[in-house]
């Protein structure tokens, strides 16, 4: 890695840093947006409002998270009222997972927080600097996601 990259790394990785603390992304307890709710049992919440139903196996694959985190998580999910599981019709080994109707009502809550939350930070924004932003965003994203293996990769070394 040359020089000028090896800072820019070391740029990107501070800022990076800086973006998941500032965002609040390490409140245990509390999403960004104010939720009391750990951030993943809100995303969970959020990708199931989306698809009205998911695996196991689906869920995690959309949060990044293991199969034994996602199976912790939904059974918190499940405790706390806010999903059901039951059977794959096809497969009885893997379980389906949907929001219970209070679950559906705090989803709903999540998702106007964090609407609320993205659109004060858009707004603090200079207007002429947020296609820019978002188009960073995306492609720091693919980024992401081109250089981070699946669990699939993973088992096929």
Not at 15 to 43: D, N, Y
């Amino acid at each position: 890695m040359t020089t000028k990259a090896a800072a820019q790394s070391d740029e990107l990785r501070r800022l990076m840093q800086r973006l998941v603390r500032r965002f609040g992304a390490l409140a245990a307890e509390a999403t960004p947006c104010g939720k009391p709710l750990p951030i993943a049992h809100a995303h969970a919440l959020m990708v199931l409002l989306a698809r009205g139903e998911a695996s196991q196996q689906e869920l995690g694959r959309e949060l990044g998270i293991d199969k034994s985190n996602v199976a912790r998580l939904c059974a918190r999910m499940v405790e706390a009222g806010h999903v059901s599981q039951r059977p794959d019709d096809e497969d009885g080994r893997s379980r389906r997972v949907s929001l219970t109707a209070r679950g559906e009502r705090l989803a709903r809550e999540v998702d106007e927080s964090s609407k609320a939350r993205f659109g004060a930070i858009l707004n603090a924004l200079a207007p002429t600097s947020r296609s820019q932003v978002i188009d960073s965003l995306r492609q720091l994203v693919a980024g992401i996601e081109a250089s981070t293996p699946t669990a699939d990769d993973e088992r096929n070394r």
